[in-house]
Nanobody, 123 residues
Framework: HVHLVESGGGSVQAGGSLRLSCAASGLTRSTYDMAWFRQAPGLEREFVAAISWSGDSTYYADSVKGRFTISRDNANHMGYLQMSSLQVEDAAVYLC????????????????WGQGTQVTVSS
């Protein structure tokens, strides 16, 4: 049974930073891609960033390019999202997703999701 557990959310002021973590377990192979999505109240879930299983390839939504960095630690089955220069518009529940296919931003195709971690940004 696959489990993805996010942590690291919290409240910060605009301009601040947070590092989110995603702990993965139950995946039968290590060659899974990981991604981060976010969902604000009343809005659709949107793609934030994705990383290939090797870590060699990363992809970002235009809105976070240059501010967010996705990474992973395969030895410890962890994924990370370093968020800097946070803006009020970044406030949302951030969710980790995973799959063996390189789905990138194809939200509807990811079979494995975490429960999310709340990020609040105040002005």
């Amino acid at each position: 049974h696959v489990h993805l557990v996010e942590s690291g959310g919290g409240s910060v002021q605009a301009g601040g930073s947070l590092r989110l973590s995603c702990a993965a377990s139950g995946l039968t192979r290590s060659t899974y891609d990981m991604a981060w999505f976010r969902q604000a109240p009343g809005l659709e879930r949107e793609f934030v960033a994705a990383i290939s299983w090797s870590g060699d390839s990363t992809y970002y939504a235009d809105s976070v390019k240059g501010r967010f960095t996705i990474s992973r630690d395969n030895a410890n089955h962890m994924g990370y999202l370093q968020m800097s220069s946070l803006q009020v518009e970044d406030a949302a529940v951030y969710l980790c997703a995973a799959d063996y296919r390189p789905l990138r931003n194809l939200r509807h195709k990811y079979p494995y999701w975490g429960q999310g971690t709340q990020v609040t940004v105040s002005s």
